[in-house]
């Protein structure tokens, strides 16, 4: 997945789709297509049995992650009848096989589909008819035959309907303006949601797919197009053959789309044009342009860094409202609308996602596409690399934007979720299929990347490229382990090393945490696993990259694989523990080595103005920095140049205050101080909220301003700050376009809702929901739903009744109403009555299993207890209780921290002028 909130339909929406879908939905779907008719075959020779489900159940053990190996397919025919406006699609699907063994039953996978007919066509000519019978939730289905097949090739035959979804998962379809589309979001296992299939990443084959269509859609495959014709009423769009792929990556998209085209000129590696096009809902027409140059730019460094040409024949880049994030599908990648849809006035925010998301993605067109990991158990190599890549080919493609930054920002973020003591290593089995969503979090995607940055950092640029070139000859088109990645890399390198030292990060779980004691004129360098305040983390050893400096010096590199050793290293001025900031890993000085490197902090580089910010914050969460010296970092980081770094130790003096560590006095200080940075710091750069104004200016300068008009909007911040926000913002609402740009819709609506309250609320959600704006509709429902206010909160869960609001905004709005400060008990109380209704309201990848999270906010001790006691029952073997056990785990080791230093911290900000 690159880099994903919803409820059932109601009412008022399914009348209007009974009366908008074809005769031929209501009739049933419409005659078997010619090509799949397979002509001359005898009808089945032998029926169907009508097992119980018992019966079927006891022919063998079910299935609870990967399948067995009695059956492999070799190719899919896939020919889906899809109608937009239609509540249902329908489809004829035939799967050629190799039946290892014989057997009287197949296991597969089928999730919700209404299967009318399944046959197979054996290797002695006969067609025998099957009994279909989905066994468990996560849609592993047995067809089940009267007499065993004889081993052999087979063909598998299949007619069914199924439901369209209206969140990111399987075949779903959404309204944009007066027009319905349908997409396909198929990662990890909502392929069988779709087609019956072997929905596994280790089978890939060649898929031939045929769309029928209402006429005059646009339909989209991971194929070139070869032909379309009118059959019964619908266009038949038919599609190439595809190169070998895994289900999760086949893409069907089907809609009245706007559509604009252009070609990858030739590259070095690429002798000939590739066919490229940007495809979005109609109300986005206007602003395609920018993402169909930037798409180029980025092909032609991909296909540089890789030594290879662009894997596909052809390359579509498609925009849908509700995925939360994007998806790499071979030839054919899905994204969010908000990533794509821009014009060359966005904000220096939208650019860099833009980078880095078009990047990753595109970079899985050979990572992960050409070259497929077997199992999820190694999905992290897939996301870690692609990761990795989405930064450092975003920032090669506009380095001004300072893009690859942001890696080392995610991977610290990422530290925050592996330092706790429930948890995960990278790299870890995948045995059942609710373990496989759980996969796709902070740890494979800012753990692995920062943990690859570090590796590629330690080896040298040149060798890591070639280790990742030798890895992708030696699979092309197929399947491989991370224990084939990690030989590629021992080779390229000739340190054989490096595979215990990549290993120690990928199947380990923790933060390592690098304690420096002064040792004569050198260091002595200490390795343990980090644990906060109140937990007891077990023994753990890492092979560590340790590259150091001092801020006078230059860096050097070495392997820690003890548990302790001398560094020997002299340089003017403070140790700098994490030079360039690409480590994983904390570290911890002696206080006065501390208070050097603080004093400093406002000219270190980006990165290692990160590092010290997120081990500074660390090292006072267990226990051991002071509170002085945490406001003493956010004062001199908030000078930082980089973006990425200034924000970051207010931040966390922020996230304190949030969480309620601070009194009334305390509160004023951090005020004071919030004040104090930004007041004089816009000042400098100027304000002004019209569209445009700063369009061109230096990327980094935009940044530092809206840092500063964020802090100053707030309550208790810059008065006439908030005033020219303010206006602006009711001039924008009132019909003035320009009066606002877009990077400030959050903090201009922010204080609308404020200062309006409810009846503002719903005005604003009513403009939203009138709205196809990529940017304005999600910002205008998030600042409704994050406004602290109790009447608004209760509004949302209890009153808010919307045919136009799309499951995933409705799940997002309840979210916001229980992660947010000044609703939390709110929320939780409304979820304690609720949490079955939302957990089943509809899915995608990730919402189950992060729904959890959204109580991870809290903090204390006892709400801790509670959370634990609801929910622990109702998710245990589920999708989603590693997240509750992450969840439970911040909100007591926050109530312990809030507890032992909230005092402290209060009075040193309270002395502040």
Known sequence: MGILMYWKITAAAALALSINAPAWAKDGPPPMPAPLRAPGLPPPSVMAPTLDEAAVRALAPLPQGKLTDAVAPKGYRLDLTIDPNADRFSGWVQIDVDLKQGNRFIDLHGRDLAVSWAA????????????????????????????????????????????????????????????WYAWTQLQSIDARGVFPSFDEPGFKTPFTVTLRTPPGQTAVSNAPQTGVSREGGLDVHTFAPTLPLPTYLVAAMVGPFAVVEGNVPPTPQRATPLPLRIISPKPNAGRLGFALEGSKEIVRLLESYFGDAFPYPKLD?????????????????????????????????????????????????????????????????????????????????????????????????????????????????????????????????????????????????????????RYMAAHRYGNATSTAFFKAMAEASGDPRIVPAMQSFTDQQGVPLLTFARSGKGWQVSQSRYARLGSTAPATRWGVPLCLRTTGGARQCQLLTEASMAVSYEGKGALVPNAGGTGYYRF?????????????????????????????????Q???????????????????????????????????????????????????LTNGIYGPRLKQLGFDPRAGAYAGHDPEETQARQQAVGALARKGGDPAVRAQLLTATRAFLAGDSRALDGAWYGAGLGLVVEEGGLAVAKDLVNRALTSTDPVFRPVALGVVGGSGQAVIGRWILEQMQDSRLRTSERQGLIRMVVSTGATRDLGWDWLKSNYEKLAGSGGGIFFASRLPEMLSGNCSVARADEIAALLRPKLQGKTGALGLERSIERVRSCGVLKDARGAELSAVLAKLK
């Open 120 to 179: 197979v066509v054996t290797s002695d000519g006969r067609q025998l008819s099957g009994q279909w019978v989905q066994l468990d939730d996560t849609g592993v289905t047995r067809l089940v035959f009267a007499e065993p097949l004889p081993a052999g090739p087979a063909l598998l035959k299949f007619h069914y309907t199924g439901p369209f979804q209206s969140a990111p998962a399987g075949l779903f379809r959404v309204k944009v303006g007066d027009d």
């Open 317 to 469: 880049q498609i925009t849908t409202p509700i995925l939360p994030g994007a998806m790499e599908n071979a030839g054919a990648d899905l994204y969010n609308d908000s990533i794509i849809v821009m014009d060359e006035q966005a904000t220096t925010g939208q650019k860099r996602t833009f980078g880095m998301v078009v990047a990753h993605e595109l970079a899985h067109q050979w990572f992960g596409d050409l070259v497929t990991p077997a199992w999820w158990d190694d999905i992290w190599l897939n996301e870690s690399f692609a990761n990795w890549m989405g930064f450092r080919i975003g920032d090669e493609w506009r380095p001004a934007l300072n893009i690859r930054a942001g890696a080392v920002e995610e991977g610290f973020s990422a530290m925050r979720t592996d330092a706790l003591v429930a948890g995960r290593p990278i790299r870890q089995p995948i045995e059942t299929n609710a373990q496989i969503d759980e996969a796709f979090d902070s740890i494979t995607y800012g753990k692995g990347g920062h943990v690859v940055a570090m590796i590629a950092g330690y080896m040298g640029d040149d060798k890591f490229r070639d280790g990742v070139r």
């Open 588 to 620: 911890e000085l002696p206080a006065a080595e501390w208070d050097k490197l603080i004093a400093g902090a406002d000219k270190l580089p980006g990165g290692e103005a990160q590092a010290l910010a997120d081990s500074l914050n660390a090292s006072f």
């Open 622 to 672: 267990a226990g051991r920095a002071s509170s002085a010296q945490l406001v003493a970092a956010a004062g001199k980081l908030a000078l930082q140049r980089d973006s990425y770094a200034s924000g970051a130790g207010i931040g966390s003096l922020r996230g304190y205050s949030d969480a309620g560590f601070l009194d009334d006095a305390g509160k004023a200080g951090f005020q004071r």
